[in-house]
């Protein structure tokens, strides 16, 4: 479904340490790279929110990681009929072309992104 609102989602996860320095390897070198969230992912509208499923993501040893897409072009708002309403949820899918990285001090990396 194409979305008509214009703001910021996120996602937190923990990627494993080898496959975070391959994607810092390639963003840094000016490429960006695909990344598949397949046919449906929950995000939330929330960094904070982002945050502490990263913090929370790591069952095994790991880079936590915030992906961030702004103004997502595909996808849905469900907050209002969520369960968990606090975490603002948005469901989306499919590919996301990470294009850079920007490291603020105290948080995990943000993997800037864009719906492919």
């Known amino acids: ?16 340490a080898e496959l975070f320095e391959k994607m810092k390897a ?25 945050e502490g499923f990263a913090k929370d993501s790591h069952t095994f040893e790991g880079n936590q990681v915030i992906f961030l897409i702004d103004t997502p072009k595909r996808g849905v708002y469900i907050g209002e009929y969520s369960m968990y309403a606090e975490e603002r949820e948005f469901l989306t899918g499919g590919k996301v072309l990470v294009e850079r990285i920007e490291y603020i001090p105290n948080t995990a990396p943000i993997l800037i992104c864009r719906q492919a």
């Open 1 to 16: 479904m194409p979305n008509e609102l214009d703001f910021r989602i996120y996602r937190g996860m923990t990627l494993p």
């Open 26 to 50: 390639l963003v840094e070198g000016e490429n960006t790279l695909e990344f598949e969230f397949y046919d449906l992912s929950s995000w939330s509208t929330s960094l904070a929110v982002a």
